[in-house]
Each structure stands twice: as structure tokens, then as C-alpha cells.
């Protein structure tokens, strides 16, 4: 007669089976991090919006115009995407290095490190945040702009994607600063010396086209001129660079800034004390 021990019927303590992916904890770290920036909507989702509102109206009033239409497109509605990408990429990038340089400096950055997720869970999950965060914020500002600017829908997919593409990427660069930063000020330098300049030297404002030949080479070299002139094809059908360069990139550098991230978060570099 065999004799069913507990050892048999009960797996040792502290061991759980989660298969290949741990999808609960993933999910519930997504969630938690969603939960974090929408209990502050005010700060994290309408100020960005009231912001992007009021370079809307300075560059409507001050410019709308005085300035010829570019590529056909009157100077408003040129401008409008570029505004909404913008205010899509600094959002993703401060949702997730906010995210984790906050617990390192309040000290419970263990509680990332704890659960029984992998680095890649972790990765996806914080990074998701990000790109949800950086979608919303773009999608708000978009519908905001609808009574003052005549925005139409070109090529769908490419507003999809680079909406997309563009959030994850700035979501990575953002988990990336925010593992490398020790204090506010490095993260800060990261934004004013790194994130602004790519941002507003990467045709948001204008036409690269107006400029330089060497800046107008120099701003090729801008992965954020692709995001941003993608972004505005999907909706002006009209565009200043190739837009399957800009595909291939975006999808290039985030493969390039998620195997970085996910090393960093292997080792626990600047994680573990």
C-alpha cells in the first residue's frame, strides 16, 4: 500500500509555479503603476494638456498667420502634431524614471525587486505604464485641440505607431535614466541636457527643411525628428524625412534601449545597496 506523504502533496514552502510568464504579477505591476500617475490626473494628464494648450495658442497668435503654409499645410495645423508628440514623449520618459527614482530615494525600491517577477517582467511592466501614460496624455491634448485646429486623419496606422513606438521609446530611455540617476538633480540633467534639445531641435516647431544644410543633416541624425515626423504624416500625409527609416529606427532604438534596460535590471545596477 503506498503511502501519500505531505511532502507529495504539498510543494515545499515559498516555492510558486508561475509557468514561463508570471502574467498576474506583471499585470498587478502594471496596474500599480497605472494607479500611481491617474489618482493625480490633475498634475500628470491635464497639466501636460493646459501646457501644450497654451504653445497652441502663443504660436497661433504670435505666428498662425504671419507664417506660410508648409508643404501645403497651413502652419497651425503643421504645428498641432508635433505639439501632441511632444507632450507624449516627456510624459512616458517622466512616468517611469519618476517611478523608480522615487524608490530608491524614499528607500523601497525593494518592493520592485521582491515580488517574483523576472527582469523582463518587470521591464515590460513599468515601461507599459509609461506608454499608457504617454498615450492618454496624447490622446487628451489631441481632442482638446479639435475646436481650434483642423486636424484630419491621413494614414491611421502611422499615428498608431508612432504614438506607440514613441512612448515605449521615451518610456525606456526614462527606466534606463531613472536606474543610472543617485538624486533629482541627475535626472534633471538628463531632461534639460538629453530629452529638451533632442525634443525642440527636432523639427516640432518648423520645417527641417528651412534649415542649414549641416543642421538640416545634423537633425537626420535625431531619432526624435522621426518619431515627430511620422506622427505628423499620420495626420498631414505629408512628411519632412523618410517615414520607413523612421519605422525601422523606432523599432531599432527600442530594441537597442530594452536590452539595456532589461541588463541594468539583471545586474541591479545602482538597485541593490
Given at each position: ?10 510543494p ?15 499585470w ?31 504660436f ?30 516627456q ?18 525600491v ?16 513599468i ?11 496624447g ?13 484630419g ?48 531641435l ?34 498631414t ?15 531599432g ?21
Amino acid at each position: 500500500m503506498s503511502v501519500t506523504t505531505n511532502e507529495n502533496k504539498f510543494p515545499m514552502a515559498g516555492v510558486r509555479r508561475f509557468g514561463a510568464v508570471n502574467w498576474l504579477g506583471t499585470w498587478t505591476l502594471y496596474t500599480k503603476e497605472v494607479r500611481r500617475f491617474s489618482k493625480i490626473m490633475t498634475q500628470t494628464i491635464f497639466a501636460p494638456m493646459i501646457t501644450t494648450l497654451l504653445y497652441l495658442a502663443v504660436f497661433s497668435l504670435s505666428m498662425g498667420k504671419l507664417r506660410a503654409a508648409i508643404h501645403g499645410v497651413p502652419f497651425i495645423v503643421f504645428l498641432a502634431p508635433g505639439l501632441i508628440m511632444m507632450t507624449m514623449i516627456q510624459n512616458a520618459f517622466a512616468n517611469t524614471s519618476s517611478a523608480i527614482l522615487i524608490s530608491k530615494v524614499q528607500g523601497n525600491v525593494v518592493d520592485y525587486l521582491m515580488p517574483p517577477l523576472s527582469p523582463g517582467e518587470l521591464n515590460f511592466a513599468i515601461a507599459a505604464a509609461g506608454v499608457s501614460r504617454g498615450v492618454v496624455v496624447g490622446a487628451a491634448t489631441g481632442v482638446a485641440m479639435i475646436p481650434f485646429v483642423g486636424m484630419g486623419v491621413a494614414h491611421i496606422w502611422a499615428i498608431l505607431f508612432f504614438a506607440v513606438g514613441a512612448s515605449l521609446m521615451l518610456a525606456l530611455l526614462g527606466i534606463i535614466a531613472g536606474i543610472w540617476s543617485e538624486k533629482f538633480d541627475h535626472l534633471q540633467a538628463v531632461t534639460n541636457f538629453v530629452l529638451l534639445p533632442l525634443t525642440f531641435l527636432s523639427g516640432t516647431f518648423y520645417s527641417v527643411e528651412q534649415l542649414p544644410a549641416f543642421a538640416h543633416t545634423i537633425t537626420h541624425w535625431n531619432p526624435v525628428f522621426y518619431l515627430i515626423d511620422g506622427f505628423r504624416y499620420g495626420f498631414t500625409g505629408v512628411a519632412d524625412g523618410s517615414v520607413m527609416t523612421g519605422v525601422l529606427l523606432t523599432i531599432g532604438v527600442n530594441a537597442l534601449l530594452w536590452m539595456i534596460s532589461d541588463r541594468m535590471f539583471r545586474r541591479g545596477y545602482r538597485l541593490k545597496g
